[in-house]
C-alpha cells in the first residue's frame, strides 16, 4: 500500500533526483500521515486527503497543538513555504502543492487578521457536479493541483515544489 511519503519520495527523486532529508512525524495528525519534510533546503508540511462519504471531495486537517494541548490552526507565521496534500484513492493519485502565502490569502492559516481552519476540503480535477461554492475552490485550488493518475508533469511538478 503506497503512502503519501512513498509518493512524495518517487516525485522528487524523479524531479531532480533530490531526495527527502529529514521526516519529523507530527503524531497528532497520524490519521493523516501528518509530517513535516526537508527536500534539500527547503521544508514541507504534508497530509493526505480523506475520502469522505457523504461529501464531494477529500477532507484534510489544518491544526496543530498549543502549548496547552488544545487545538489551534496552523499559523502562517510557524508555517513552512508550502503545504502538500496528497490524495490516494484506489487508482487515482493526486497533489496539492499550496504556497503558504495562498493559503493565508484564503483565510486558512492564521495570523493577526486570520483566524484560520482547522479542516480543508480539496477538489481534484476527477471531482465534478460539485456545488457553486465548492466549483468556485476547486477552481482556484486547480492551479496547484497535479493529477498523478496520468502522466506526470515532471516540470508542473519542479515548479510546484521548488519555485
Known amino acids: 500500500m503506497q503512502t503519501s511519503k512513498m509518493l512524495i519520495e518517487n516525485i522528487v527523486s524523479g524531479i531532480n533526483n533530490s531526495t527527502i532529508s529529514k521526516v519529523i512525524t507530527e503524531d497528532q495528525n497520524k490519521d493523516y500521515e501528518g509530517m513535516l519534510i526537508q527536500i534539500e533546503n527547503n521544508m514541507y508540511r504534508s497530509r493526505?486527503?480523506?475520502?469522505?462519504?457523504?461529501?464531494?471531495?477529500?477532507?484534510?486537517?489544518?491544526?496543530?497543538?498549543?502549548?496547552?494541548?488544545?487545538?489551534?490552526?496552523?499559523?502562517y507565521a510557524d508555517s513552512p513555504d508550502k503545504i502538500i496534500i496528497t490524495i490516494i484513492d484506489n487508482d487515482l493519485r493526486g497533489q496539492f502543492i499550496f504556497p503558504k502565502s495562498k493559503l493565508l490569502e484564503k483565510g486558512i492559516l492564521s495570523d493577526e487578521t486570520s483566524k484560520g481552519k482547522?479542516?480543508?476540503?480539496?477538489?481534484?480535477?476527477?471531482?465534478?457536479?460539485l456545488?457553486?461554492?465548492?466549483?468556485?475552490?476547486?477552481?482556484?485550488?486547480?492551479?496547484?493541483?497535479v493529477d498523478l493518475s496520468k502522466d506526470r508533469e515532471r516540470e508542473r511538478l519542479e515548479e510546484l515544489y521548488f519555485k
Not at 480523506?50 to 496552523?74: L, M
Open 131 to 145: 456545488n457553486k461554492t465548492a466549483a468556485q475552490t476547486q477552481k482556484w485550488q486547480q492551479h496547484f493541483f
Open 48 to 75: 493526505l486527503a480523506k475520502v469522505t462519504p457523504k461529501k464531494s471531495g477529500y477532507f484534510v486537517v489544518f491544526w496543530e497543538k498549543d502549548e496547552n494541548d488544545k487545538n489551534q490552526p496552523y499559523r
Open 118 to 129: 482547522m479542516g480543508i476540503r480539496v477538489y481534484p480535477s476527477w471531482v465534478k457536479g
